[in-house]
């Protein structure tokens, strides 16, 4: 078991100095362009009842750029367990992977987060005359790209590696049993397109 810092930096060694400099405080022009380019975002928080990771996702550069340090991203309607909003209100840290389809690298940022519903913040992001309760404002502490190994030992992006969908549990098989049998789990995928289509805003 490594325990200690020293056994680990023993162990890796120093970081890469690219891995350094490619770190910087703010958005520049490069790292605006992922943030508008991306569809979604992967959002980690921590806080008293534990961690969460959770995506969100929309038409690309649904998250704004307010300006170099600070990004919004809207809370669109989901199941109601706002675990991360509940960890931003008791530890504001927070860490987002911008995700780009068909592109291998990533974008990381870590700052400090704060949750808004102030109406001229969340009338930027109306759709269809809907407005999200909150929204998730950033300021930056750090922003990064990740190199593209991991989605390249993926394959992610390679359509002869997809999986096809029927090789996995439904999501209302998957329901069915850990409901015990209080959900109906083919009524609940028959429903489950047209329930996600009217709910998404």
């Known amino acids: 078991m490594i325990t200690t ?20 405080a703010f958005l520049n022009p490069d790292y605006n362009a992922f943030v508008e380019a991306s569809p979604l975002v992967v959002i980690a928080t921590a806080g008293e009842e ?3 990771c959770s995506p969100k996702g929309d038409r690309p550069g649904f998250v704004a750029i307010i300006d170099e340090r600070t990004l919004a991203i809207p809370d669109r309607p989901g199941n109601n367990r706002v675990d991360n909003l509940r960890n931003i209100i008791r530890d504001p840290r927070i860490s987002l992977l911008f995700i780009i389809p068909g592109v291998q ?7 400090r987060a704060v949750i808004s519903n102030e109406p001229p913040l969340l009338g930027r992001f109306e759709v269809g005359g ?5 929204v998730i404002v950033v300021t930056i502490d750090a922003v990064y790209f990740h190199c593209s190994k991991a989605l390249v030992r993926s394959a992610l992006w390679d359509p002869a590696r997809f999986v096809e969908r029927s090789r996995l549990p439904s999501a209302g098989a998957m329901l069915q049993r850990l409901s015990h049998g209080k959900v109906d789990g083919a009524t609940y995928d028959r429903d489950a397109p047209a329930r996600t289509q009217e709910t998404l805003y």
């Open 130 to 134: 809907k407005l999200p309760r909150t």
């Open 5 to 24: 810092l020293e056994e680990l930096e023993a162990l890796y060694g120093p970081p890469h100095p690219r891995s350094i400099e490619k770190e910087i």
């Open 105 to 111: 690298e990533t974008l990381r940022v870590n700052g």
């Open 50 to 52: 534990g961690l969460d």
